[in-house]
């Protein structure tokens, strides 16, 4: 899942970027309004973490603007104000949750899990392809009740790709929602990614992740309607 964090403090934004990276999520960071108004339009995000008091245009008006662009990211605006007046505004701005600094960062994860199981094709907690079984909620998956040594880079690819169960994923899809901007297109870490899992997976079993030649990658228990080959 990838998140933008817009926050004015980079001290703030980078301890966040770093807890919510160490926990599987691919993390963009800005520091004014205008940028995350920007990014926001220039990249698929599953969530953004939105300060109020950013220059160049404060977070009302960048969430405002999101959803006036018909966006329906999820939004946890953050700030130093708990008036009722401040976060009945910061919710009518078009915000969905509300969190006052200082705050946890274990609550802020938990809120950040909340908003995106809000999401219609984000809801499931444990996704089941076949004899594989991704628990989203402890970042764990298991094939014939097996547990899978997986890295966070490879859990957070196969939960993307069990999401996706039964549809072909583009190379650009897997990037934009697996990896940040720092990411350099011209690697070959899909492909790297791709083959560790299919290593990890299909030892002794029949193969999960399938191949469309030119199109992409499909998880699938059955590879029904895949043309192309096994191999990234």
């Not at 926990?23 to 990249?43: K, L, M, P, R, S």
């Not at 809801?123 to 899978?148: F, K």
């Not at 560790?196 to 228990?221: E, V």
Request: glycine share 8%; with cysteine.
């Amino acid at each position: 899942m990838r998140l933008l964090v817009a926050e004015d403090d980079s001290r703030l934004a980078d301890l966040l970027a770093r807890s919510l990276r160490e926990t599987g999520y691919a993390v963009d960071i800005v520091g004014d309004g205008e940028a995350a108004v920007t990014q926001a339009a220039c990249n698929e995000y599953d969530g953004i973490i939105l300060d109020v008091h950013l220059p160049r245009r404060d977070g009302l008006a960048v969430s405002r603007e999101i959803r006036k662009r018909g966006n329906a990211v999820p939004i946890l605006m953050l700030t130093a104000r708990d008036a009722i007046r401040d976060r009945v505004a910061g919710l009518d701005a078009g915000a969905d949750d509300y969190l006052t600094k200082p705050f946890d960062l274990e609550e802020l994860h938990a809120r950040v899990r909340a908003l995106l199981r809000r999401m219609p094709d984000l809801a499931p907690s444990r996704i089941v392809v076949g004899d594989l079984v991704v628990d989203v909620a402890a970042q764990t998956a298991t094939r014939a009740g097996e547990p899978l040594n997986l890295t966070t880079k490879e859990y957070v690819m196969l939960e993307y790709l069990a999401r996706s169960a039964g549809r072909v994923v583009g190379r650009a899809e897997l990037v934009s929602h697996v990896w940040d901007e720092n990411h350099d297109p011209m690697t070959n870490a899909v492909e790297v990614y791709i083959n560790r899992l299919r290593k990890k997976l299909d030892t002794h079993r029949a193969p999960l992740i399938h191949t469309r030649r030119g199109a992409g990658y499909m998880l699938a228990d059955s590879p029904a309607g895949v043309v192309g080959e096994r191999g990234a």
